[in-house]
């Protein structure tokens, strides 16, 4: 009788071991992609193993394939993403007619986001005409000190700012800041500044700028556009994306219950 009769379920926790392992070898490629002989050499197996693993992966939508790479697909962004709460789906709803308008005026990739812990989330996301690959998805997180969504809401929230600094912060790319005292100066200028910036920080070949909708002297969420850094140039949009965040957060000002009277949030003022 066959090892496989015997004890059935073996060879089915192998393989799940395998997948496991082959999902974890994707690290900071996991939206940008990667080739198999690459998976298979980080994950320790074969290449065929590898392929035939992809393969059963892409059935179920936990990874898809971009050419000759494969990234992570949406049905494992699903499974993973936190239940959206009232108020983000509240901001959502009222700030993605600003977020459409953004789109019109410019036509380049536009999200929304705000921020939680040490993370962004992104509430809505329209893909521009020339797209570029990136890893953010609707619904899904990104680290906050890596993207111009997150260093924009993180230099006008002292309280996560602090709570971020006394962390690793982790490397997505060579861009991208991991040295705290250098993050901090920068958030500090961005603070000044009112807008945002990310240069291949959070995916190589991406660029992107970012302003905040403020409400009531609290970030309650970030606007950004995002393109190719051949060809995206950030300082031409800012003016507009200054324009639309502002007038988004006059429209959320005259909403209630958008903002929480007892957020810690520094006012813009001070």
Not at 98 to 119: I, K, M, N, R, S
Not at 124 to 133: E, I
Not at 187 to 212: M, N, W
């Amino acid at each position: 009788m066959s090892q496989q009769l015997l004890d059935p379920d073996r060879d089915t926790r192998a393989a799940v071991d395998k997948a496991i392992s082959l999902l974890s070898a994707f690290g900071e490629n996991a939206y940008s992609g990667i080739g198999v002989s690459e998976l298979a050499r980080r994950s320790e197996m074969s290449k065929s193993t590898a392929f035939r693993l992809l393969a059963m992966l892409i059935r179920n939508g936990v990874v898809e394939k971009s050419g000759t790479s494969y990234r992570l697909g949406s049905q494992l962004h699903t499974l993973t993403a936190q239940p959206d709460s009232p108020r983000h789906a509240a901001i959502r709803d009222a700030l993605t007619p600003f977020l459409a308008d953004l789109y019109e005026l410019t036509h380049e990739t536009v999200h929304l986001a705000v921020l939680q812990g040490p993370d962004v989330i992104y509430l809505n996301k329209l893909y521009g005409h020339r797209t570029v690959s990136a890893p953010s998805r609707i619904g899904g997180r990104a680290p906050a000190h890596c993207t111009g969504v997150g260093k924009v809401l993180l230099a006008y929230d002292p309280v996560a700012r602090e709570q971020l600094l006394s962390t690793e912060l982790r490397a997505m790319t060579a861009a991208t800041i991991t040295d705290g005292s250098r993050l901090s100066l920068e958030l500090d200028q961005v603070r000044k500044a009112g807008v945002a910036r990310d240069h291949e920080e959070v995916a190589t070949g991406l660029s992107c700028i970012a302003a905040p909708v403020i409400v009531r002297g609290a970030a309650v969420a970030a606007l950004s556009l995002s393109g190719s850094s051949d060809r995206f140039d950030p300082s031409s949009v800012e003016a507009l994306l200054r324009r639309v965040c502002h007038a988004a957060g006059q429209s959320l000002a005259a909403r209630r219950g958008m903002v929480n009277r007892s957020s810690h949030l520094t006012p813009v003022s001070a």
